[in-house]
């Protein structure tokens, strides 16, 4: 529940200034008559804004929904199940957060109203999502989908984080162990070598300019990077820019199938948990176009299938006239509109894009490897060389001397 600083005036007429959690001005205004007071002014103090757009950790949102899942699924009445999660949360903003829902339950609302005040910590699926539950009675099955789906996408990312450390690592490696040797070492030796008369090969001269060329323009060449990436930020933040891009990231080698796999899998996860939870077709479209798959363009396809929906056309048939959804795909929502199984079909494709998400990560894994050992003993190879070659020919040309 925010917390309000208010001015007012008592019956004797003086100022009384003090803070108070309410849900809005007029509830301030009634607490303070209970109390003699007419209010004045009132406003939302700043502690309270922060709070309301913090963000907590993904982990703690899943520990949070399996923990009130075991709760109301045993019996125990909602306020008392928030009240126990909120004494055992580790984190004290969150603990915060959940004691403001608890009190604002005990207000008179619902637990979606009252979780919609955080809208940077339930995304508009989850509250739909509990929504429903709240008014079908399903709350727990609701809650234990959303749990399971959140904790999918923490696991997603992990495994994807895990298979771009080990390149990420070997190509820092490289390009600080390259640097050193470009940079300061090969210079210093080709001087060196050059003073006492030996004839530098090809292979070390270019790799001598391309330092010198780097040492002479490197101010030029950060500026540019610099102006690129900023120039990439504007340009993705404009709405066609960013759908271009998105656009072009599904059509990326190896990582490309991987991300529109990984927006697969999320939308039929997002499709079956609201459709199962009741959530209107109009509705499961409106929350899926609106920045729920993490790809622009996809969602921007979606719209286009969910307008020819609304003009009559079953799901299987507006998705078909999307090229950019595989058949499989298509083929499958098709069979759960016959058989009126939607949400079973949503699901099992949501299992066969994640195998086929984890499938292409181990690929990717297994491919980048043996790619980075190469690239890795192709540098080296180079700048050995580079060193080597020199040394080689000031060995020969001493053996002539004597």
């Known amino acids: 529940m925010p917390e309000f600083k208010y001015k007012a005036v008592d019956e004797a007429g003086r100022i009384v200034k003090g803070r108070l959690s309410a849900f809005d001005e007029a509830d301030v205004e009634a607490k303070l008559s209970q109390k003699g007071l007419i209010l004045v002014h009132a406003k939302k103090s700043k502690e309270s804004l922060l709070l309301r757009f913090s963000k907590v950790s993904p982990r703690l949102v899943i520990e949070f929904y399996n923990r009130l899942y075991q709760a109301v699924e045993i019996g125990l009445p909602l306020l008392s199940a ?203 479209f409106e929350i899926l176009v609106d920045y729920s798959l993490g790809n622009r363009y996809l969602e921007d396809q979606l719209s286009i299938a969910f307008q020819r929906i609304q003009s009559g056309e079953h799901i299987s048939e507006a998705l078909e006239n999307i090229d950019i959804f595989p058949g499989l795909f298509v083929g499958a929502v098709r069979n759960g509109e016959f058989t009126g199984t939607l949400d079973e079909s949503f699901k099992r494709l949501a299992e066969y894009y994640d195998r086929e998400v984890k499938n292409r990560v181990q690929a990717l894994i297994n491919a980048l490897e043996p790619a980075t050992m190469i690239i890795l003993g192709g540098v080296f190879g180079v700048v050995a060389l580079s060193i080597l070659l020199p040394l080689y020919n000031l060995i020969g040309s001493l053996g002539k001397n004597y």
């Open 82 to 284: 928030l009240e126990e999660i909120a004494q055992s949360m580790p984190s004290k903003l969150f603990k915060k957060i959940i004691g403001d829902i608890l009190m604002a339950i005990e207000a008179g609302n619902t637990l979606h109203d009252a979780m919609e005040r955080y809208p940077n910590i339930f995304s508009k699926l989850e509250l739909n999502v509990i929504r429903m539950g709240e008014k079908s009675g399903s709350l727990p099955l609701c809650l234990k989908e959303l749990a399971g789906f959140l904790e999918w996408k923490e696991e997603t990312k992990s495994t994807i984080k895990r298979a771009m450390i080990y390149p990420c690592f070997v190509i820092l490696l490289v390009s600080v162990v390259a640097g050193i040797w470009i940079g300061y070492v090969l210079p210093q030796m080709s001087k060196l070598l050059i003073d006492m008369g030996v004839k530098l090969p090809a292979i070390t001269m270019a790799i001598l300019k391309v330092s010198i060329f780097f040492k002479s323009y490197w101010d030029v060449m950060v500026g540019l990077m610099f102006a690129s990436f900023v120039s990439l930020l504007v340009f993705v933040k404009i709405p066609r820019g960013k759908k271009l891009f998105h656009r072009y990231i599904l059509k990326m080698p190896l990582m490309g199938g991987i991300i529109f796999n990984i927006c697969l899998t999320r939308l039929c996860n997002n499709f079956a948990i609201m459709y199962k939870a009741g959530v209107s077709i109009k509705e499961i």
